[in-house]
């Protein structure tokens, strides 16, 4: 028995064990720009597009001359395993002894709360893809800003703001809010909560589960017990799909269903769902590639033509621009030398990217509003906000669900 | 009273389903004293044949369980020749890594061929239940738990009732005795092997339509899998069924009356006070080993 247990502990201990890798050298004149990303391990997927986001902005910046004085770009990307203590490694490793001369965010804010820090004590600019958390910048960083349009709490402020303005007879009522316990899911359904509370709909169900949730059957009959009309569900990916299946088995079909994150993965999720039963699920989302923002164009042109596919990630696009507002900062101040000046600069003036204009208050929370995406016709269109980067005009009122598989 | 009893069929669903995929990981350990912990990514890659073969042809996962239950058969007969067959004699801590690297092997392998993103199967019946009065039970899960009850009921008569069966519990119980009879040990090691990595693959092709599957899904099913088994008694078929059930009823009842975000604590808090009281489990046996340590 004491052998079993000492290997299960061993066990546990070697999964926590992941490697970092890259690195090289750089010819003289280039600009190291380093990073480490989750390709490998649970958040592999969208670190590997952030990774392709990074590329197509090294090659573009490079087409165009480089960063500053014409110097090119070298990026340094390491493999944080989707690990916490490896992405700490991996950043100090960048710094002293990779010499990177810059460096740009890793994915999720599980990674980017202790890669911030390894940044911030090097007085460091970090710009970071995919950390929303409001947590992330309660810590008086100055080094730190994340290119997005909004934290996690202000995600859905769009979306609701649509739900209070709607006229009174085809306002919910009542929402539910099963949300996965996450540093990202849970403020964005907390900040939904918020505003549509005050807004008079009253809250019959909420309650937090953990990632490793498999059975949502439970969950959904509870949502459906509370005969919630309008249902928010804080989730990633493989939560997301199985509480959607789970309310589709027990036939509960709440008039109006947002998500977080789970929509936005495009194909997978019509695979995942069936096409039908997307049918006006409403979800936020950073990037369109059909927007008229600057560069959108080239950038989803190049991304095609090194990476090919139909469909261009968000996580690319979002470790584009979180590139492009590095770039911003350097070509503003010059050089790259004074790395404080470049955070001042940040927070002074607005940056345009790919995912519209971004500028961020003094702990760099970004000020600006997140697109609202719905699914019609088995596509994920940009309904909100009105104008240039939206879509389509039109919005499904309702969840309808056909009932058909793939 | 109506959620109560609904809750109580989820969870008994739930627990078949378990069962299913818990069975195989039993069964190896009763007979071979292996704690397999590739099993999860075992029924992992079972769901992802299934996946492949239900894109490709479109063939229900209930029918390509006649597939990847003797596919993966072949695959855990491979396996257990190149790899468990040279340290089968070695301490149990020897086993364990082996098996944890072949996850990890499996799970790279999966990465590789399927890609790192999430996967699930939308049979027709995906989002179906079953309608009894107020009640529903869901389809899929109905199906999961009847097939569950077939496949450790095949193994019990396979078990107890066969010349192969009695082989196995021979060498199980005392190998060299076996070997004295004629029983050939390590070809009924390899097949047992086989048989249990069999059974992933039937529990694989369910899992497929009632869960989102990625290659690093594994570690979750493994952790709940071996959870199950020691509640029920490591190495007892009978075992497995009821830890399972009891899991799986723990597990709805916590989601419905106390809150999801204790989902995964409290079954596991039952097994802990469970094996307070029967550290052999609920059905296990209790070995000379045991009472020396």
């Known amino acids: 028995m004491r052998f079993r247990l000492l290997a299960l502990v061993a066990v546990s201990a070697l999964i926590g064990v992941g490697c970092g890798g890259g690195g090289g050298s750089s010819d003289k004149g280039t600009i190291k720009v380093g990073a480490s990303l989750p390709l490998t391990g649970d958040f592999s997927e969208p670190g590997k597009a952030a990774k392709q986001g990074y590329q197509v902005w090294q090659a573009i910046v490079n087409e165009q001359g480089g960063l500053v004085d014409g110097r090119k770009v070298q990026m340094v990307i390491k493999d944080d395993a989707s690990n916490q203590n490896t992405v700490v490694a991996d950043y100090n490793a960048l710094i002293s002894k990779d010499k990177v001369q810059m460096l740009l965010g890793t994915f999720s804010s599980l990674l980017n709360l202790p890669a911030s820090a390894v940044a911030e004590r090097n007085r460091m600019l970090y710009v970071e893809p995919a950390g929303g958390s409001p947590e992330m910048f309660s810590r008086g960083f100055k080094y730190l800003f994340f290119a997005q349009q909004a934290t996690a709490d202000h995600q859905g402020d769009v979306f609701s703001n649509y739900v209070k303005g709607l006229p009174p007879d085809q306002r919910p009522k009542t929402a539910a809010y099963p949300t996965l316990d996450d540093p990202f899911a849970q403020p964005t359904s907390q900040g939904i909560e918020k505003i549509l509370k005050a807004a008079g709909i009253k809250t019959v169900y909420r309650k937090t589960y953990t990632i490793d949730q498999k059975n949502f059957d439970s969950i959904a009959n509870s949502v459906k017990a509370s005969g919630a009309d309008l249902v928010v569900n804080g989730a990633t990916f493989e939560d997301g799909v199985g509480f959607v299946r789970a309310l589709l088995k027990i036939g509960y079909t709440p008039k109006m269903l947002y998500q977080t994150t789970a929509p936005s993965l495009g194909d997978q999720y019509a695979k995942a769902l069936g096409k039908g039963n997307t049918e006006g699920i409403f979800y936020a989302v950073s990037h369109s590639a059909k927007a008229k923002t600057p560069g959108n164009e080239q950038f989803v042109a190049k991304y095609k033509q090194m990476f090919g596919g139909t469909e261009v990630p968000e996580d690319a696009a979002d470790a584009y621009a979180t590139a492009q507002v590095m770039q911003a900062a350097v070509k503003a101040v010059g050089g790259i030398d004074d790395q404080a000046k470049l955070a001042d600069w940040l927070r002074n003036n607005k940056v345009d990217t790919i995912l519209g204009p971004l500028e961020w208050d003094e702990a760099g929370r970004p000020q600006g509003q997140f697109l609202v995406g719905q699914w019609q016709n088995g596509a994920p269109e940009i309904i909100l906000p009105k104008g240039a980067t939206a879509t389509t005009q039109s919005i499904v009122p309702e969840w309808k669900p056909s009932g058909a598989g793939t | ?293």
């Open chain 2, 1 to 293: 009273m109506t959620e109560f009893v609904q809750t109580l069929i989820l969870g008994l669903l739930v627990g078949g389903v378990y069962a299913l995929l818990a069975s195989g990981l039993t069964l190896i350990f009763g007979v071979m004293n292996v704690i397999n912990i590739a099993h999860g990514a075992f029924l992992i890659l079972a769901a992802f044949i299934t996946y492949s073969i239900w894109r490709a042809i479109g063939l229900d996962p209930l029918a390509g369980i006649l597939i990847t239950t003797p596919v993966m058969f072949v695959f855990g007969w491979v396996v257990y020749n190149l790899t468990l067959r040279r340290i089968r004699t070695g301490p149990a801590a020897a086993t364990v890594l082996l098996t944890f690297g072949l996850a990890l092997v499996v799970e790279g392998l999966m990465g590789i061929i399927w890609g790192n993103t999430a996967h699930a199967v939308t049979a027709p019946y995906f989002n179906e239940s079953f309608h009894i009065g107020s009640l529903f039970l869901p389809k899929a899960q109905v199906y999961g738990g009847v097939l569950a009850l077939v496949v450790l009921a095949v193994l019990w008569i396979v078990l107890t009732q066969s010349w192969l069966g009695r082989a196995i519990r021979a060498a199980a119980v005392n190998p060299q005795g076996a070997a004295l009879v004629g029983v050939n040990v390590s070809a009924v090691s390899a097949a047992t092997f086989a048989v249990g990595v069999a059974s992933a693959g039937a529990g694989g092709s369910i899992a497929s339509v009632l869960y989102t599957f990625l290659p690093g899904s594994h570690y979750v099913w493994i952790s709940r899998l071996l959870g199950i088994i020691v509640l029920g008694g490591m190495g007892s078929l009978p075992g497995a069924l009821i830890g399972a059930l009891t899991l799986g009823i723990a597990e709805t009842m916590t989601v419905t009356y106390i809150s999801p975000s204790w989902a995964t604590a409290v079954p596991y808090a039952l097994v802990f006070v469970v094996l307070l009281v029967r550290p052999y489990g609920i059905l296990g046996t209790r070995l000379r080993e045991d009472v020396v340590t």
